[in-house]
Structure formats: C-alpha cells, structure tokens
C-alpha cells in the first residue's frame, strides 16, 4: 500500500494524568488521513497493557470505537511492582486505504510512602506477602488495599496495630 499514515492524537488520558486503583479512565482521541480529513471513530482501536518490570500483561485487549470509559485501574501485581508498574494507552488509527499509525502514552500510577514501624524496631512485618523489617519505608498505590500480617517474634508477642486492630491480618489503605 502506497501512502502517508493517518496523524493519531490521545485527548484523554492527558500527558500529566496518572491514576489510583480503581479510578476510571476515558479513552479518547482523534485522528486525520493525510488529506487533513478526519477518521471516523470506528476507524479507531485502543489498548491498553499493564506493565510490570521487564514484561507486561493485557489489562484492555484491542477495542473498536472511541470516547469510553476504561473499566477501574488495576491494583499492583505484587509487592515489588507498586515500584515499577505502569499502563501504556495504545491508540491505534487506520485510514480508507489500510494505512495505520500507532501512538501511546505511559500513565503512571500515583505512589504514596507507606512508613511500617514496629515496637521495637527491627521486628518483620509481612507486607504483600513479602518481609519487611522495621522501620522501613515502602511504595504503594494510591486507594490499594495493602494487605499486611504479622507474627510473634519471641520474645516479642504481638498486641495491636497502631489504629488498635488486634488482628493479625490488616488491610491498610
């Protein structure tokens, strides 16, 4: 096939826009044939991946049409992923001729510094499954449910979280 591409723009999500679990996104965009005219909507597809360290998993698998709504953002895969995950927003744009043009854009998730203390300091805590030894500070998403356990460390016996939730099993937020 002989001819220019068609020009794709991603509207929404903007280049500033990072999420929190579950947020919904809008997918919107626009696109133009090398005429300058503009591509209808059902000319569209959109994708959108999970992206976690050196490999990424679907999180929207190709959809036609634009001007929707993305279903909530995802939690983070694991403990080590809160660090370096992120979903790229695929746009794709096909014009009359079979000509396509892709674009994207990475949007981050929004991180907050959980701090994990214990009385004394030194004791481990288990945050997403993974041993954390106080006190430390870690990353997490903003409104994920960070699971956390505890287990008594002779000679240290456990008695409460700092909100009093004597459970050994908490969730925090």
């Not at 809160?82 to 949007?107: M, P």
Request: glycine share 6%; aromatic share 10%.
């Amino acid at each position: 096939v002989v001819g220019k591409p068609p020009m794709a723009f991603i509207i929404s999500p903007s280049e500033q826009a990072d999420f929190e679990v579950g947020q919904v996104l809008p997918l919107q965009g626009i696109a133009y044939d090398f005429k300058g005219s503009r591509i209808s909507d059902n000319l569209l597809t959109w994708e959108v991946q999970q992206h976690h360290a050196d490999h990424f998993h679907p999180f929207l698998d190709e959809a036609n049409g634009n001007n929707f709504n993305l279903f909530p953002a995802p939690e983070p895969e694991d403990f080590f992923a809160a660090s370096n995950s992120f979903l790229k927003v695929i746009l794709y744009a096909k014009d009359e001729n079979g000509l396509t043009t892709a674009v994207h854009r990475d949007i981050r998730p929004r991180i907050v510094k959980v701090g994990i203390q214990t009385e004394p300091e030194g004791l481990e805590v288990i945050v997403h499954g993974h041993q954390v030894v106080s006190p430390q500070e870690i990353e997490s998403w903003k409104n994920f449910d960070l699971p956390l356990q505890v287990k008594d460390q002779p000679p240290y016996v456990f008695k409460q979280w700092s909100d009093r939730n004597k459970s050994r099993s908490h969730t925090i937020r």
